[in-house]
């Protein structure tokens, strides 16, 4: 199956016993037992739920993994996923990582004995010397929040596979339709659901996708036992905004393409962060393990007065925290999204004052450019 068919047709579809087209939503938390532990695969709504179940099938095979899990949120995805370790263990990680898997890790996890060091996973060497006798994992996101790094998921997956460590992906800036971590190597692949693959902000979930049954097995005791998991509605709502995953991706990527030219020609734009760009430190490596580049963009005009009077200037562009809806979105990472990050760790990164992200929607690019246009004046 091809991309946009097997986002139709992949998963479980419709309903066989009513022919319905679209999967039922199975607003259920218990299912009648013939006997004591005699039942038809459903036995309580934690442990499974059909219209769960057939979202999970249908982002394993959009993943190309063993098995598929659905989360309340991207952030109960990655902390499951991070409950795979116990208290002594360590994961190395992108330094300029989502702020709240900084946070979990280094507020919450640190806690409960899991350690973390966040390097630069672009530089092979540095995520090396990071490895420790105790290390379990690298995490790695790519491209990152916000400044659209590149990290290698080969390379970075045959270096973790020589330690005996596992890859865990965060896809979800790219999402599947445009990168699949595990032909490249990931162990694990995870998803903020909420951005591009519900694609409509309105529904905040998580999605994991691993590549053994060995791991299949241990991701699902742990959900089943911490119950982070996606209720039947937003399941259902996943399902239905992934069906048009692809021409929405396609639209995305062309929007960007547009306005990162413009951005490019603009003299008040210091700096420009967009794998797309063949200046792009990453465009090699995107170009090799990615179909497109998507539709983040990140540029820098200089200071914080001059991105607050771009932010109260704009029109289509909603100011809010968030991406990968239909709608075109603003934000300013370092009092906003990343606002969680300490400022000097923020200033090392290049997570600046005048940095300005935008997450191009599916409006028509001549308006989002002259939008842009009048509100840089
Ligand atoms: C938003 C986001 C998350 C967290 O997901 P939620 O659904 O908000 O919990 C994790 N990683 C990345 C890259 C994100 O953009």
Redesign the pocket.
């Known amino acids: 199956m091809k991309p946009k068919t097997k986002l139709i047709h992949g998963g479980i579809t419709g309903d066989p016993q009513t022919g319905a087209v679209s999967v039922p939503i199975y607003q259920v938390s218990t299912y009648k037992q013939e006997a004591v532990g005699k039942f038809n695969g459903y036995e309580y709504s934690r442990t499974g739920n059909p219209t769960r179940h057939a979202l999970e099938e249908l982002i394993k095979d959009l993943e190309n993994g063993y098995a598929g899990f659905a989360f ?7 902390t499951s996923v991070m409950m795979l370790f116990n208290s002594g263990d360590h994961v190395v990680m992108t330094d300029d ?2 702020g ?2 900084y946070r979990v890790m280094t507020k919450v996890l640190n806690r409960l004995g899991i350690d973390s060091t966040f390097v630069d996973t672009t530089d092979i060497t540095a995520v090396e010397q990071a490895i420790k006798p105790n290390t379990r994992a690298v995490f790695i ?1 790519t491209p ?2 916000p400044l659209l790094k590149v990290t290698d998921i080969s390379k970075v997956s045959k270096k973790a596979k020589e330690h005996n460590l596992l890859t865990i992906v ?1 896809n ?2 790219n999402t599947p339709y445009w990168q699949n971590p595990i032909e490249h190597g990931a162990d694990i692949v ?6 591009y693959l519900g694609g409509h902000s309105d529904v ?3 999605l994991v996708v691993v590549n053994s049954q060995s791991l299949a097995e241990e991701l699902h005791f742990v959900q089943n036992s911490a119950g982070g998991i996606l209720g039947p509605q937003d399941s259902w709502l996943l399902i239905r905004g992934l069906k048009t995953l692809g021409v929405r991706m396609e639209e995305h990527e062309k929007n960007t393409a547009k306005i990162v030219q413009f951005l490019s020609e603009h003299p008040d734009v210091e700096k420009i962060y967009y794998p797309g760009l063949s200046t792009h430190p990453g465009n090699n490596i995107a170009v090799n393990q990615s179909r497109g580049f998507g539709g983040m963009v990140s540029f820098d005009i200089g200071s914080a007065e001059k991105a607050d009077e771009l932010l109260s200037k704009v029109k289509y562009f909603t100011l809010a ?4 809806a239909v709608e075109s979105l603003i934000s300013v990472p370092a009092r906003m ?1 990343h606002a969680s990050i300490p400022k000097d760790r923020r200033d090392e990164l290049g997570i600046t004052e005048g940095l300005v992200r935008i997450s191009v929607g599916l409006e028509d690019a001549e308006d989002l450019i002259e939008d842009l246009k009048n509100a840089l004046s």
């Open positions: 309340g949120s991207g952030m109960a995805a990655i990582v989502y709240g898997t996101e990152t929040n965060d979800t800036f995870l998803h903020s659901a909420t951005k905040v979930a998580g925290e968030s991406l990968g999204t």
